[in-house]
């Protein structure tokens, strides 16, 4: 069985002798980074700094969670949509300059399977509009490094990642910042004085879940149970169980308190201990990739973007589905493989291309449970179903 669900419970017990910022600031080679309690704290704080009576919109992809969107809003911004150009994985060029006008004060852009060409187009948009902001969510892509001043190919003005538990390196809870700007740093660091400790309820709620997931990526009990509950939940589409299989998407509203909680310290000896470990994770999940790629790139029936092209950590290797994607997905969970159908949701029905995404996507797995016999079996699947038509 191959199932998607995995979260990195490794322990640490030497981390003591180094902290979160430590790893992070010496795996970048730079110290202008920040700490925050959620990767959608990051945001919040960068819009709130950067938002004026004069220039409060913000252009954005609506492809993201629900709670990126609610972000934006509490924040203070009003936001402008421009649908997602498939074959870059950005929004579209040409629809992004003619939303630009006096009032807009940030693009943010959602890395999913980003080209590298189209981020140097988008970044030159600072050479004519100044004052506006890029903003890169890189939630899904910690450890991404192009150059020593930038994590892509996007010359951003702040970027910031996520260490929820379900990404590939995590503290439980938190998030970090990076700010190109160093009068801007010291600014937002100010602001970080008044922040609080987490909550205990709040901790006790995330560590609940987390162990749901970690139960839900143990081998016994997933075969032994698990994998036929969500088979059933899957194929028959039940919504009241999908909220525990895709929490992200259907999350409540959010509490500005939240975003005021310092980063919490308990998830600490879950994160890598130096660069070299991330490294070493994040060129197995590529090998794995330029497998998949290699395997299923002669399929007319699927759309696939070479790993070398795109800025992604491919925390998962997204292929796009042209036909049949339900009757695709049947088939492979009664081949026992159980994949992810998109890291995130379309916010906004009018917007064509990012609703086709959101539902005609698979994320195939790269994670250590993952080896490369299971690369090719899932390859061969796939490829069998459309022979099979």
Same mark, same amino acid.
């Given at each position: #069985?191959? !199932? ?56 954005? /992809? ?61 970044? /030159? ?40 538990? #379900? ?13 190109? !700007? ?91 201990? !130096? ?60 081949? !026992? ?13 009018? #917007? ?26 899932? /390859? ?10």
């Amino acid at each position: #069985m191959i !199932n998607r669900f995995f979260i990195k419970f490794k322990i640490n017990f030497f981390f003591k002798k180094q902290s979160v910022k430590e790893v992070v600031s010496n795996y970048y080679k730079s110290n202008n980074f920040l700490y925050y309690s959620y990767g959608r704290a990051c945001l919040f704080h960068v819009l709130k700094k950067e938002l004026c009576k004069e220039r409060n919109e913000v252009i954005t /992809s609506p492809l993201t969670l629900p709670a990126i969107i609610e972000t934006i809003k509490l924040a203070g911004a009003k936001i402008k949509y421009v649908d997602i150009d498939i074959n870059t994985g950005l929004p579209n060029f040409t629809e992004l300059k003619s939303k630009i006008n006096s009032k807009t004060n940030s693009i943010l852009i959602t890395h999913l399977y980003s080209d590298k060409k189209k981020l140097k187009q988008i970044s /030159s948009l600072k050479n004519k509009f100044k004052k506006i902001n890029i903003i890169e969510d890189l939630a899904i892509n910690f450890g991404i490094k192009n150059s020593k001043n930038k994590f892509t190919s996007l010359n951003a003005d702040y970027s910031f990642f996520s260490f929820n538990f #379900m990404k590939n390196f995590h503290t439980i809870l938190g998030g970090a910042l990076y700010i190109k !700007n160093k009068k801007k740093l010291k600014d937002l660091r100010l602001k970080q004085l008044n922040f609080i400790d987490f909550d205990i309820i709040t901790i006790i709620k995330t560590l609940l879940k987390c162990s749901i997931i970690k139960i839900f990526s143990n081998k016994f009990f997933f075969y032994a149970f698990l994998f036929y509950l969500i088979k059933n939940i899957e194929i028959k589409n039940i919504k009241f169980f999908k909220k525990f299989i895709y929490p992200g998407f259907y999350a409540g509203k959010l509490n500005k308190k939240i975003f005021y909680f310092k980063i919490n310290n308990l998830g600490k000896i879950f994160f890598p201990r !130096n660069k070299n470990e991330i490294s070493e994770d994040l060129n197995k999940r590529k090998k794995k990739s330029l497998l998949y790629f290699k395997n299923l790139h002669e399929n007319n029936n699927l759309i696939l973007f070479k790993p070398d092209n795109i800025e992604s950590i491919n925390l998962e290797y997204l292929i796009i589905v042209k036909n049949d994607f339900k009757k695709l997905y049947k088939f492979l969970l009664d081949r !026992n493989i159980y994949l992810r159908q998109h890291w995130y949701k379309n916010n906004s029905e009018k #917007m064509k291309n990012s609703n086709f995404l959101s539902q005609n996507s698979l994320l195939l797995p790269t994670h250590q449970n993952i080896n490369e016999t299971n690369v090719i079996y899932i /390859s061969k699947v796939i490829n069998k179903f459309y022979e099979t038509l």
